[in-house]
């Protein structure tokens, strides 16, 4: 079966400090991979999503950045945090072709301060 | 580009009664739509979904109903337990899943 890993659970960074957010997943091959964040513990909103290794689309412009270094592996990270970067980071994953559901990660709670 | 809205943002309901929340979507070409339930602190679960060819789908106590030409589809659960008590969103998707518009989330309180 499929698990996707976030790591790590929490995090509380100082205002100007980098950032560096992982996500795996096990068990299939090939996955589409998205970064959400979520304000408020409300709505979720779609940050980047990419398709294949070193394939990333951005959907709002941000501070922040994406990068797919291996197939099942997806990184989001900042050079310089905001305090408005703040917020819980999902990590979710689809199969490319023949599926549609999104699953996802536990999550990064992350706290600039 | 898609457009979710979702109603109620929070919904309180008796242990054992039914909830049901509700999901517009802007754009007709949408073809899949899920739902979802968060609990606190933890990443979304899938929980139901439909396809644009189907008008309702039940899982147990669950239950999704999608009417295409009006551009809403509901979620409905039946006997609510304490256990519901989340935070629910619903989606819509054109591109087969690759992309998910949400909708801002029902939070649902069963009270015992």
């Known amino acids: 079966s499929q698990t996707i890993h976030q790591w790590p659970a929490t995090l509380v960074q100082p205002v100007g400090s980098p950032l560096s957010l992982e996500c795996t997943v096990e068990?299939?091959?090939?996955?589409?991979l998205y970064w959400y964040r979520q304000a408020a513990g409300r709505g979720l909103q779609l940050l980047f999503y990419?398709?294949?290794?070193?394939?990333i689309s951005s959907e709002v412009p941000q501070n922040l950045s994406a990068s797919r270094p291996q197939d099942r592996q997806f990184i989001l990270s900042s050079k310089k945090l905001l305090l408005s970067d703040s917020g819980f980071y999902l990590c979710?994953?689809?199969?490319?072709?023949?599926?549609?559901?999104?699953?996802f990660g536990p999550g990064t709670r992350l706290t600039v301060t | 580009g898609e457009n979710v809205e979702q109603h109620p943002s929070t919904l309180s309901v008796q242990e054992g009664d039914s909830a049901v929340i509700k999901c517009t979507y802007s754009?007709?070409?949408?073809?899949?739509f899920p739902w979802y339930k968060q609990e606190l602190g933890k990443g979304p679960q899938l929980i139901i979904d439909?396809?644009?060819?189907?008008g309702e789908k039940k899982d147990q106590r669950i239950a999704v109903t999608l009417n295409k030409t009006a551009k809403h589809f509901s979620l409905h659960i039946t006997e609510t337990q304490p256990e519901d008590s989340a935070v629910y969103f619903c989606?819509?998707?054109?591109?087969?899943?690759?992309?998910?518009?949400f909708g801002a989330g029902t939070i649902l309180r069963v009270k015992s």
């Open positions: 979710a994953w689809s199969a490319i072709i023949g599926d549609t559901e999104q699953y």
């Open positions: 068990g299939t091959s090939n996955p589409n």
């Open positions: 990419s398709v294949g290794i070193g394939q």
């Open positions: 754009d007709s070409a949408s073809n899949y």
């Open positions: 439909i396809r644009s060819n189907v």
């Open positions: 989606a819509a998707s054109s591109e087969y899943g690759n992309k998910l518009v």
